[in-house]
């Protein structure tokens, strides 16, 4: 399916997928207003240097699969929207090193984000779907979800905690490259949490292990571990083009596919440690 080597596409990735968070210098994030409310440390002050880290994808498959303890031995771990740890840990280990929500949760569901102590861990990082290689001025005059005043709302309360806005040009620039990849015509919808989480950690970690994104054995109709929901489309995709996302990681694992089969285990390299 995937044109280049999975090499090439290494490199592909790691030279046009820019991975940033929205700053103070960012077009209209330059008011005085918004000097309050981004953080003023930068991401990779607020992490440091990464070695091993894990992905957790919210997928049914990860119940009863007991990776807990395994997750909870890399040295960040990265989970989505509103996926709980507590009462899962056997299953889906307990640290939580960055949360990445999208703008629906920040919005549609904005009084649990702002109430729920499940937001208070870690680094939360945000993201809204824009328009196709939208320039940021546009997008910020139409965001998908208008999330800014929850945002602020959320900063206000806890101003603390690392929370940052993924800069919208990553999205569209990584969906390029799934395009190019594909042999099919993808639906032009941003890429899922998902897999915008994995190239996030692929720039701050060396090494980065991602679970049930690729489903094992356990692949379940079931959407997420911790909901009794199903729906085929949560593993396969709907809007977002994750079965295109899930081929082109399939093409990049480094692991076995016994990993895949067993745990549902997926090991990518750290883009510093990608030679072009
Ligand atoms: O379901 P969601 O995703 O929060 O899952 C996070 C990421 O895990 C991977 N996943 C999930 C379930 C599954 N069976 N297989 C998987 O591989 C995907 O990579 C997914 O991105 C999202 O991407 O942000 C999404 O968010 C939800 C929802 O908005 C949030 O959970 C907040 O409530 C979307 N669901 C709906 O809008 C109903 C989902 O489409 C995408």
Known sequence: NAKLSPEKLLCQLRDRVNVTMIQRSDGP???????????????????????????????????????????????AVLRFNGAPVRG??????????????????????????LREPLYNTGILIVWDPAPYHAEIHEWYRKPDYNFFESYKAYRRTHPEQPFYILNPKMQWQLWDILQENSLEHIQP???SSGMLGIVL??????????????????????CHYYQKFHDHACTMGAYHPLLFEKNLVKHLNQGTDEDIYTHGKVTLPGFQKVHC
């Open 201 to 222: 950690m692929m720039t701050l970690c060396d090494q980065v292990d991602v679970y049930e994104f690729l489903p094992s054995k356990r692949q379940t109709d079931i």
């Open 189 to 191: 919808n941003p890429p």
């Open 29 to 75: 994030f330059g008011t005085s207003e918004w000097q309050q409310y981004l953080p003023g440390k930068s991401l990779s002050e607020a992490v440091g240097h990464l070695g091993r880290c894990a992905v957790v994808s919210s997928a049914g498959s990860l119940k009863s699969s007991r990776l807990g303890q395994e997750i909870d031995s890399h040295d």
């Open 88 to 113: 899962f840990q056997d299953d889906v280990g307990q640290k939580t090193t960055i949360r990445l929500v999208n703008s629906q949760l920040v919005t549609v569901e904005e009084q649990q984000f």
